[in-house]
């Protein structure tokens, strides 16, 4: 049924639909909405057999989430920035344990200093955690995604994280269609646990793991993952002719076939770039954007695939390894070893910072000439940056870093556009 | 309580399992039912006080729920020694998942039995001192406050024993650990500090708190039995003595425990919504310097010079705790 809605609110219906059993809540913004429609909707019973539980912080969110899981119930949480980092030792315990979580993170960037506007961040900084990764292009695709997830998670016993920008699309009002419960039914089966704490059938779950087998066990990890590469393009071909439309996948390619420059971007920001991109090729230039769905399992063989034809590629990301450069970009280079290609990063958009067109138009054009930095800051702001560098050099006590150049920038409030 | 009071002089021991009694007034270790839950062979020190008091607690709480449990654990000695994996002492479905998060993850475990209907199957939380007090405490308060439906056990042997015995917040005065050394001015652990968890279990307002020590073990698992038949958050705190992080013979364990309570240092006692209902009285008053002389961690308040007035102020601490609770027949004194 096609609705116009809140991208929080379509996700928590979406949600819904996937007839979770527990739920666990604690607020931050960006993510909240989600939670409170789904809390709304056990309430009022619209949503039953369903425990709905506000818990006192993320770590007890993730850690009920690992609990009920591990009961043998589908859990469902969602969170963002500092949240994600509070609850990150249990971020990794339930995908160690192999309990199918489903998560949503609102990205949001990650202080000091705090912030509440999107960037990756958040999920960037799990990479690593053994969860599956998914990024949403669209408040469509957000929902469409958390039902693949919950399909994808229990299949493999792997927990699954769902990225939606925040604000950019959890805040969104946008025309989505929402799918029927049949047709949710009929891709999605009850959840069947490996492994359930039962008296009929005592197990002891988390036991200790010595040299002798950690490596085997951590490498298993890596090979469901491995098998995730597999599913993912079976379960969006089901998807497909179940919903009728295309969501989910590893990647997703535009433009690409005679491209020579490829922008590689994750999640929201691949609509403004593909706005660019059209331009840029009515004006003759050859160039195509890659979009990258499944973060985790990373896609090596399709991303080289897509790009190996290209000249250059440019990483466009919301994210920032501080004292390397890219995060995104790191794993792209992984998957174009050995070609010959002109790579840029790009970090944008981080906290909040706009990104718009007319930047990408500039720091495209800039590419396609080879003249782009290889580490580029879009729209970095080099008169409040040296500010403080002169400042640092001239006094010992120079103070805190941000509020001093707040104190420079002025009282224009949060520089968002 | 509902026990048949037993003297001594009818079973020549404090233990339990006595066949003097009625059989429906015998210990769960004492019937051929029991049921094993923490298996043999597992690997926690001779006489750990934690092994002895879970293994009653959990036969307790299967006895109780007709064998309908299923446990979570907190990181620790019960853990790391039930599970040397491939073996494993649970009979009982068990899940480790973090140090500080055993609460929460009980929480978890309640809540899904609930919306699958299963009401017949019961859950309980475990942990130690540390877990319990100081890194799961935020979890814990959170499911006390919810009245999760949950039994929280905390095995108190009063540090970190896991790490190396290390001061916790339920490490009393003067105690040398690893991290409060028996050097300087003021050896060992010090003064006006640590939390009184039952107390903190109490003010939330919760079903069901009680204290316990392995030195009763009847009481132990009367105080379980019970527990298993309330719904909601319940708390027991479980004193067991260490013998490689007290310094004490592995026999000493019950004896150790018994004094804790016949000084006065550790009230056991019961509360339901926030007010005690009962105490365990004390047998025979016995001054503090008898339970912490056995005792190397409280080496130093005996040698080379007794410290008299670190002794009084310990003194001074049983005095109180005999006062509030009541804890002497013939009231206050
Ligand atoms: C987050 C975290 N911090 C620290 C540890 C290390 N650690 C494991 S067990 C333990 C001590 C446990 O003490 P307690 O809870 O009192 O149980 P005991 O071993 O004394 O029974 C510590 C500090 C850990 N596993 N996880
Ligand atoms: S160190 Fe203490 S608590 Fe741990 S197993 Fe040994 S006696 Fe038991
Ligand atoms: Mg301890």
């Known amino acids: 049924m096609l609705k116009q809605t809140e991208g929080s609110r379509a996700v928590a219906e979406a949600v819904a639909l996937c007839r979770p059993e527990v739920i666990c809540a604690y607020p931050i913004s960006p993510q909240t909405h989600i939670v409170e429609g789904l809390g709304e909707m056990v309430k009022s019973g619209a949503l039953s057999r369903c425990e709905f539980i506000n818990v006192e912080s ?18 469902y949480t969602a969170t963002a920035s500092q949240g994600l980092l509070f609850m ?6 339930a995908s160690g344990l192999g309990l199918p979580i489903v998560m949503t993170v609102a990205n949001r960037a990650i202080g000091a200093p705090i912030n509440i506007w999107n960037d990756h961040s958040d999920s960037m900084s799990q990479r690593d955690c053994g969860w599956i990764q998914l990024f949403a292009e669209t408040n469509q695709e957000a929902l469409d995604l958390h039902i693949q997830a919950f399909r994808l998670g229990e299949e493999l016993s792997l927990p699954v994280m769902v990225c939606m920008d925040g604000f950019i699309l959890t805040h969104a009002y946008e025309r989505v269609d929402m799918p029927t419960q049949q047709q949710v039914d009929a891709y999605l089966p009850p959840y069947e646990p490996r492994q359930v704490l039962d008296p009929d059938a005592p197990v002891s779950i988390g036991a200790m793991v010595g040299p002798e087998a950690f490596m085997e066990v951590r490498y298993l990890a890596h090979a469901k993952q491995m098998q995730a590469l597999e599913l993912i393009p079976q379960h969006a071909a089901e998807f497909r002719s179940i919903f009728g439309r295309d969501s989910g996948g590893l990647v997703r390619p535009y433009r690409c076939e005679d491209a020579e420059t490829i922008v590689v971007a994750l999640g929201s920001v691949l609509g403004t770039v593909k706005d660019t991109v059209d331009e840029l090729r009515d004006s003759g230039e050859r160039v195509g954007v890659l979009g990258i769905t499944s973060f985790r ?14 000249q250059r590629v440019v990483v466009l990301e919301k994210s920032l ?3 390397i450069g890219g995060i995104v970009s790191t794993n792209v280079r992984m998957a174009l070893s050995g070609l010959h290609l002109h790579g840029y990063t790009v970090v944008a958009g981080l906290g909040g910072r706009a990104i718009t067109r007319a930047s990408l138009h500039r720091m495209l054009r800039d590419a396609i000439a080879d003249r782009l930095e290889p580490l580029t800051f879009l729209d970095l702001d080099w008169k ?9 050099k001239q006094q010992r006590r120079s103070g805190p870093i941000a509020e001093g150049m707040l104190r420079d920038v002025g009282v224009v409030a949060s520089r968002v556009s | 309580m509902s026990t048949q009071a037993i003297k001594f002089y009818q079973t020549g021991t404090f233990t339990v399992g006595n066949r003097l009694l009625d059989p429906a007034q015998r210990s769960v270790q004492a019937t051929v039912a029991r049921t094993n839950s923490i298996n043999s062979g597992h690997r926690a020190c001779q006489g ?6 879970a293994r009653y607690a959990i036969d307790a709480a299967m006895a109780a729920t007709n064998n309908r449990l299923i446990a979570a654990n907190a990181t620790g000695c019960l853990e790391v020694f039930s599970t040397p994996y491939p073996e494993t002492s649970w009979q009982i479905p068990w899940i480790h998942s973090l140090f500080g998060n055993t609460a929460a993850v009980a929480t978890g475990m309640a809540a899904a039995l609930k919306v699958k209907g299963r009401g017949d199957v019961r859950v309980v939380a475990q942990g130690g001192d540390g877990g319990t007090t100081d890194i799961g405490f935020g979890c814990l308060s ?27 917040s339920a490490t009393p005065p003067a105690a040398r650990t690893a991290t409060t050394m028996s050097v300087g001015a003021h050896p060992g652990n010090v003064f006006g500090q640590g939390k009184d968890l039952p107390a903190i279990a109490m003010a939330h307002g919760i079903p069901y708190v009680a204290t316990a020590t392995v030195a009763d073990l009847r009481d132990l698992e009367a105080k379980v039995e019970k527990a298993m038949s309330i719904h909601g958050a319940r708390y027991i705190h479980i004193l067991v003595p260490c013998p490689l992080g007290w310094g004490t013979a592995s026999h000493e364990t019950i004896r150790i425990a018994r004094l804790a309570r016949e000084t006065g240092l550790f009230p056991v006692f019961e509360a339901t919504y926030g007010e005690v209902t009962g105490v365990s009285k004390i047998r025979h008053r016995l001054p503090v310097e008898d339970y912490l002389k ?24 049983a005095d109180r705790n005999i006062r509030k609770f009541g804890l002497v027949e013939g009231g206050a004194q």
């Open chain 1, 58 to 75: 993320e770590f007890a969110a993730m850690s009920v989430a690992i609990g009920a899981s591990a009961a043998g119930a589908r859990a």
């Open chain 1, 88 to 93: 990150a030792e249990a971020v990794y315990n």
């Open chain 1, 297 to 310: 399992p990373f896609p090596l063989a399709a991303v080289r695939e897509a790009l190996e034809g290209a």
């Open chain 1, 321 to 323: 390894a501080v004292g």
């Open chain 1, 384 to 392: 409040l940056v040296n500010n403080v560098l002169a400042r640092e």
């Open chain 2, 48 to 53: 750990c006080g934690e092994a002895l008091g």
């Open chain 2, 142 to 168: 959170g499911m006390f406050e919810r009245n999760d439906d949950v039994l929280y056990i905390c095995y108190d042997n009063q540090a970190y024993m896991n790490t190396g015995v290390q001061r916790s």
């Open chain 2, 294 to 317: 056995p005792q190397r961690r409280f080496a130093h308040l005996f040698a080379p010079h007794p410290d008299i007035e670190t002794i009084a102020r310990i003194q001074q601490m």
